[in-house]
């Protein structure tokens, strides 16, 4: 699969991946390697240029854009910036995740609250997003991500603007979704968290898969 980009930047070149449910995958490199063009990818943000993706049963490269919506009902998708609603409160950015599939109400709140006490932060359902920390804002939108109980979850830097220890509560609460099934894709520049908790890696330079690694380190040598 290969992705140029108008400007004829190389950001994918030749990527051959293959990710199993269930995993727990990395995707490392330095700044402009291509990490977020490939998670972009899997979210059908941005498209190949030539080349297959599969995600689920979706073959991105042959769906309309009208079931775009119904591809990512089925993928949690977690941002840096957290992109909540700082309009609705905490009840209600989750809520508005699940509405959007039209479940009952009573569903809704109990789901809410579960994915709530599930990051630990059930006291915050009413709060609005400015009034939470960095880290308390990552975990509710984990909450988010996770509330339509997807197969898989996507990450890009979910820890890159938190301290080792919130980065480190965000990395508890993504071992536990995937300990339960939930494949989990995660772009990253934190070696700390690369090498404490070890999973496969998919080291990106220049538009290249430069590595793929069982249980590797930051580092190749690790
Ligand atoms: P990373 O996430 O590893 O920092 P990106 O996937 O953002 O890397 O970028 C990979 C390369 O593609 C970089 O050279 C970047 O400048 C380029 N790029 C990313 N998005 C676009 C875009 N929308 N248009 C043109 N070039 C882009
Ligand atoms: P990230 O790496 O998290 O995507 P960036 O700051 O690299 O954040 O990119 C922000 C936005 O600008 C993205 O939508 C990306 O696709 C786009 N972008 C990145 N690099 C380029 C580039 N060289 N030319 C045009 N757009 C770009």
Redesign the pocket.
């Known amino acids: 699969m290969f992705k140029k ?1 108008p ?1 004829d ?1 190389l950001a994918a070149n030749d990527f051959n991946v293959k990710i199993r449910q269930g995993e727990f995958v990395y995707v490392i490199g330095p700044s402009g390697a291509g ?3 490939f998670i ?1 990818m899997m979210y059908r943000e ?1 498209r190949p240029t030539s080349g297959e993706i599969k995600v689920n049963d979706y073959e991105l490269q042959k769906i309309k854009n009208s079931e775009i919506p119904f591809l990512r009902r089925e993928l949690g998708i977690v941002f ?1 910036d957290f992109k909540l609603l700082p309009k609705l409160t905490i009840f209600e950015n989750i809520a508005y995740a699940l509405q959007v599939i039209e479940k009952d109400s009573e569903t809704v709140t109990a789901r809410v609250n579960y994915v709530l006490d599930l990051v630990g932060l059930k006291d915050k359902v009413n709060a609005f997003p400015n009034e939470l920390s960095g880290g308390e804002q990552q975990r509710i939108s984990i909450a988010r991500a996770i509330a339509n109980k997807p197969e898989v979850v996507i990450a ?2 979910p820890t890159g603007n938190l301290d080792p220890d919130t980065a480190a509560g965000i990395m508890e609460i993504l071992e536990r979704i995937n300990g339960e099934g939930t494949t989990v894709v995660m772009a990253t520049h934190n070696s700390q968290i690369v090498d404490q908790y070890k999973h496969r890696v998919l080291e990106i330079e220049g538009g290249k898969i430069v590595r793929d690694q069982t249980e590797g380190g930051f580092f190749q040598d690790e």
Do not use: A, L, M, W
């Open positions: 980009y400007n930047v990490k977020s063009t972009k941005e840096q890009d830097e």
